[in-house]
């Protein structure tokens, strides 16, 4: 059987490898996708457990509205629909934080600090440029001293925001920050669990602003707030992989790939398994071969160790996560929840009931919990990446959020069923199953418990959740999501590994920059071997673009812009027409 043949091959159908293929194709080269699974999507999933009833084990929120690719890629062509205005359901006085003893709310000055550190009150607000700064931009190239001046994000605040520019950005921690420019306990705490649960850990020094940003990409008006996408971030991929298929790349699921073939230094083919749907077939690239899967998979297997120095492998190996993994729970009950006593009024006796009992199906919204002080959140951090066991604190006391279910529209079937409702989702931050004391199966072994764990922890806000009106309750372990759930695997964008070598500009480890590696032709696209990784979508195939610009294998059109403060690498070609490299 006579070899196939494309430009670029990419390994792995999931958000980052079908963007990826949608702005290589978009340039007018021939590409393939291929996806173990026997559909695309990755952590971008639906499933329906039960006729009727869909559900996200998954990613639940998107962490992409000030994403290039929207406007590149030109998704509202391929169907994606999104409401940008998602606080039309909340009433301003409900945004309130839960706390062991109820509800406590905001002050000006929180919101205010917030939104200074976000650009909200910038004249102009400069919210997205400094979000693309933080997530949607390439890391600088190895020639160029990275320092306060030329972070980009500091380049932002230094332009726009000179008040807030301080070299201490770049060394104390999220609460060093919040305690600078917010007021109380609660907010900061409910904040650095957001963050935490998303990449970044609030207790973390040299990474403030990059664990700011992530949550301010869901709390901040013009960036998209918790905004679901139509169909959630399912709907969002289907746009993603119409508009790869439109402008012509080829998509194959059911395709393992059993080797990336490497001749001479260089990445020319791939080899599917035996058991794939083309089992055993040679495809060969004539540009470039891309991996969008986790980066063990990509060096350790599919390449090996006889084409990689031995240094590199033992660095990939120490690629892994070493914080948290999510525990979450979806839930089908007869009768809708309610809140418990105590969180049915709020400050000055507020009818929190009705108006956080939110949507068409008026299911009511838990939010962070519990939000006391920072001393819940250290000590939840502790059970976790310190005791690395079965969870030890005190359901009272252990840190959730619910994720805005009746954000849905009731169009659409996540969020109503004729024989009950539907509450998702639940996320709890557990140990790393790589990490557990009693080994990675461990928390298999203790499931039931860790279910009853789960509701007796939601149950300190909601009534409900018994057996008599629970129907369902589905649940993604820790390695279901960590295998899964963007940004969960092998070091998030902000660098499970504490220490420099996990920085922006070297991420994640020396061989690795800037997406190439040490083999010509191959290069990354995931979440677990590149900056940014996290929930950030279309973020890695952006930044991934410059590189490919650079080395002659994409050439865009007028559709094409790079990052502001993208640095070009000398001698090769500059991804911004309007900045040269030096040849």
């Not at 252990?398 to 989702?425: E, N």
């Not at 461990?442 to 300190?460: G, H, I, N, W």
């Amino acid at each position: 059987m006579k070899d196939e043949r494309f430009d670029v091959i990419v390994i792995g159908g999931g958000p980052n490898g079908m963007t990826t293929a949608a702005y290589v194709a978009k340039c007018g080269l021939s590409v393939v996708v291929l996806e173990e699974r026997v559909e695309c999507g990755g952590a971008c999933e639906t499933q329906e457990p039960i006729p009727g009833v869909r559900i996200f084990p998954h990613a639940m929120l998107m962490y992409a509205a000030p994403a290039p690719g929207f406007e590149q890629l030109e998704l509202w062509k391929y169907g994606f629909r999104m409401n940008w205005d998602p606080m039309d359901f909340v009433a301003p006085e409900s945004m309130l934080l839960a706390c062991t003893d109820g509800w406590r709310a905001y002050t000006d000055k929180d919101m205010e600090g917030w939104g200074t550190l976000g650009g909200m009150f910038g004249d102009p607000p400069f919210t997205k440029e400094l979000m693309r700064s933080v997530f949607w931009t390439p890391p600088h190239p190895p020639e160029v001293e990275v320092n306060a001046n030329n972070i980009p994000f500091m380049e932002v605040f230094k332009k726009h925001a000179p008040h807030v520019w301080s070299e201490d950005l770049l060394q104390g921690t999220m609460f060093d920050v919040l305690d600078e420019y917010c007021e109380t306990e609660w907010f900061k705490t409910c904040m650095a669990y957001a963050s935490y649960a998303s990449g970044a850990a609030a207790h973390w020094e040299g990474v403030a602003i990059p664990a700011i940003a992530c949550t301010e990409l869901l709390t901040l008006t013009n960036t998209g707030m918790t905004s679901l996408p139509r169909a959630g971030l399912h709907g969002y991929f289907h746009a993603i992989h119409r508009a790869a298929v439109h402008n012509g790349a080829v998509v194959r699921t059911s395709c393992p790939v059993d080797e990336i073939i490497v001749d001479d230094g260089r990445a020319v083919a791939v080899r599917l398994r035996e058991t794939a749907a083309s089992g055993g077939k040679t495809i060969r690239a004539n540009k470039a071969v891309i991996a969008a899967c986790d980066v063990h998979q990509a060096f350790q297997k599919m390449v090996g160790p006889r084409h990689l120095d031995p240094g590199f492998i033992q660095n990939v190996k120490d690629i892994s996560l070493k914080n948290q993994t999510l525990y979450v729970s979806t839930f089908f009950v007869k009768d809708p929840l309610t809140y418990k006593d105590q969180f049915k009024t709020g400050p000055n006796g507020l009818d929190v009931a009705n108006l956080r009992a939110v949507g068409p199906n008026k299911y009511p919204w838990g939010g962070v919990y519990p939000c006391d002080h920072r001393d819940i959140y250290l000590a939840d951090c502790a059970d976790i990446d310190g005791h690395k066991q079965k969870p030890t604190i005190d359901p009272k006391h252990k840190m959730w959020f619910q994720t805005p279910s009746m954000a849905f529209d009731p169009s659409d079937p996540q969020g109503y069923h004729p024989k009950g409702h539907l509450v998702a989702a639940f996320e709890m931050a557990l140990t790393s199953p790589d990490y557990h004391i009693e080994g990675e199966d461990a928390p298999d072994k203790y499931r039931d418990e860790l279910m009853q764990y789960a509701v007796d922890c939601y149950s300190q806000v909601f009534d409900g959740l018994d057996e008599n009106n629970i129907i369902h309750h589905w649940y993604a372990t820790g390695r279901e999501v960590e295998l899964r759930n963007t940004g969960l695997i092998g070091g998030t964008w902000a660098g499970s590994r504490h220490c420099e070598d996990q920085l922006w500009e070297k991420r994640p480890c020396e061989g690795l920059e800037r997406y190439r590696s040490p083999i010509d032709g191959l290069y990354h696209a995931h979440q677990t071997s590149g900056h940014p990784g996290g929930l950030c979508l279309m973020a890695i195939p952006y930044n991934l673009m410059h590189i490919l610009i650079e080395d002659g294998i994409a050439e865009p059109g007028d559709w094409w812009y790079a990052a502001p403060e993208y640095i070009p690498q000398e001698g090769k070609i500059s991804a911004d027409p309007n900045k040269k490299s030096k040849l």
